[in-house]
């Protein structure tokens, strides 16, 4: 099984999570567009078929490695 890279998912996370409070500041076409590619992107790259499962998994993802790397914890990142 492939597992996603922790920091292209961090980016398109983070990416995902900027455009969301664009979009609920001021709803703008192009920042719709690029939400919807993100997730897109997101899924696709959690093999999920929806961006909350994506959000959710990516989260573990992200504690894996955390925790593989002797992390100690962190933010939830998951809705």
């Given amino acids: 099984m492939l597992v996603a890279d922790p ?6 996370l983070t990416r995902y999570a900027s455009l969301r409070i664009a979009q609920a500041e001021r709803e703008k076409p192009q ?6 590619d993100v997730s897109r992107a997101l899924c696709a790259t959690m093999g999920a078929a929806s961006v909350e499962d994506a959000i959710a998994e990516a989260d573990a993802l992200l504690i894996a490695s955390r925790g593989a790397a002797g992390g100690d914890g962190g933010l939830s990142l998951a809705v």
Avoid: G, M, N, Y
């Avoid at 920091?7 to 398109?12: D, E, F, I, N, S």
């Fill in 31 to 36: 920042a719709a567009r690029e939400l919807a």
């Fill in 7 to 12: 920091k292209v998912v961090r980016t398109l």
